[in-house]
């Protein structure tokens, strides 16, 4: 079975100058991935709006707007008819986009017994959302013990992107959810991308320390980081998220 999972949202800034590039990018972004994957048996697609919402934004923006994305529904259905899972969440809520999608694709593919090619689009919707969704990937692929038996019939993940026709593939790697906040853990990824002493990194980061001892603890249990000679430094993991971060952030 072949999935096509994305993100996707309607941006309603009331300043056209600021709104209308992000929904025509965001159209764009949509319609070039879909196009880059082959027609799927189903499609999934995360959003901070129901599939109605979504339609009954587009109808109360500009003449462009509208049309970009009656092209993006004209797609989805012309792709899968009716056969779309439209799940609601908060997309700037990491832990809740992560937990939403592992769930959705549980219900989605609990039954099936044949080979799963998933194909992800993350260059739509909100950047930390489209890292949850990522992780929630990762972690299905690597270490979810519902899906033992799944890759047993065959089981194939490819997150990716496309942007102004360019496609970006992203690492297919054994990626621990961050139960910490998202931003400082990539923040605190980002200062010892060269490597930093403790001191340099306290320094280098806004946070409390309750918040800064936290945020190091679960990065360096879950080999985002290591110390050596005095200095902390990314593990491959660790690069490879703050890679996937830092394409997604643009």
Same mark, same amino acid.
């Given at each position: 079975?072949?999935?096509? *999972?994305?993100?996707?949202? #309607?941006?309603?800034?009331?300043? +056209?100058?600021? !709104?209308?590039? =992000?929904?025509?990018?965001? /159209?764009?972004?949509?319609?070039?991935?879909?196009?880059?994957?082959?027609?799927?048996?189903?499609?999934?697609?995360?959003?901070?709006?129901?599939?109605?919402?979504?339609?009954?934004?587009?109808?109360?923006?500009?003449?462009?707007?509208?049309?970009?994305?009656?092209?993006?529904?004209?797609?989805?259905?012309?792709?899968?008819?009716?056969?779309?899972?439209?799940?609601?969440?908060?997309? *700037?809520?990491?832990?809740? #986009?992560?937990?939403?999608?592992? +769930?959705?694709? !549980?219900?989605? =593919?609990?039954?099936?017994? /044949?080979?799963?090619?998933?194909?992800?689009?993350?260059?739509?919707?909100?950047?930390?959302?489209?890292?949850?969704?990522?992780?929630?990937?990762?972690?299905?692929?690597?270490?979810?013990?519902?899906?033992?038996?799944?890759?047993?019939?065959?089981?194939?993940?490819?997150?990716?992107?496309?942007?102004?026709?360019?496609?970006?593939?992203?690492?297919?790697?054994?990626?621990?959810?961050?139960?910490?906040?998202?931003?400082?853990?990539?923040?605190?990824?980002?200062?010892?991308?060269?490597?930093?002493?403790?001191?340099?990194?306290?320094?280098?980061?806004?946070?409390?320390?309750?918040?800064?001892?936290?945020?190091?603890?679960?990065?360096?249990?879950?080999?985002?980081?290591?110390?050596?000679?005095?200095?902390?430094?990314?593990?491959?993991?660790?690069?490879?998220?703050?890679?996937?971060?830092?394409?997604?952030?643009?």
């Amino acid at each position: 079975m072949k999935v096509f *999972l994305s993100l996707l949202t #309607v941006y309603t800034y009331p300043s +056209e100058r600021g !709104r209308v590039p =992000l929904n025509r990018q965001e /159209a764009a972004k949509f319609l070039d991935a879909l196009e880059e994957a082959p027609a799927p048996d189903r499609m999934l697609i995360i959003s901070d709006v129901s599939q109605c919402e979504f339609e009954e934004r587009a109808r109360g923006l500009t003449e462009a707007e509208r049309r970009d994305f009656e092209m993006v529904r004209r797609a989805i259905e012309r792709r899968t008819g009716r056969g779309v899972d439209w799940v609601r969440v908060d997309l *700037l809520d990491y832990r809740g #986009v992560r937990a939403r999608t592992l +769930e959705a694709l !549980r219900l989605l =593919l609990g039954g099936v017994k /044949a080979k799963v090619d998933i194909h992800a689009n993350l260059g739509c919707g909100r950047k930390v959302a489209s890292v949850a969704v990522y992780v929630a990937l990762m972690e299905l692929a690597h270490s979810d013990p519902f899906y033992r038996r799944m890759r047993r019939c065959g089981f194939r993940v490819r997150p990716y992107q496309v942007e102004e026709g360019k496609v970006t593939e992203f690492p297919v790697l054994p990626v621990r959810s961050i139960s910490v906040d998202m931003e400082d853990a990539m923040d605190m990824l980002m200062a010892v991308e060269e490597g930093a002493n403790l001191d340099a990194l306290k320094s280098a980061t806004n946070l409390s320390q309750r918040e800064f001892d936290r945020a190091l603890s679960h990065l360096r249990k879950f080999g985002y980081v290591d110390f050596n000679a005095g200095a902390i430094r990314p593990t491959e993991k660790g690069r490879t998220i703050l890679r996937v971060w830092k394409a997604l952030k643009g």
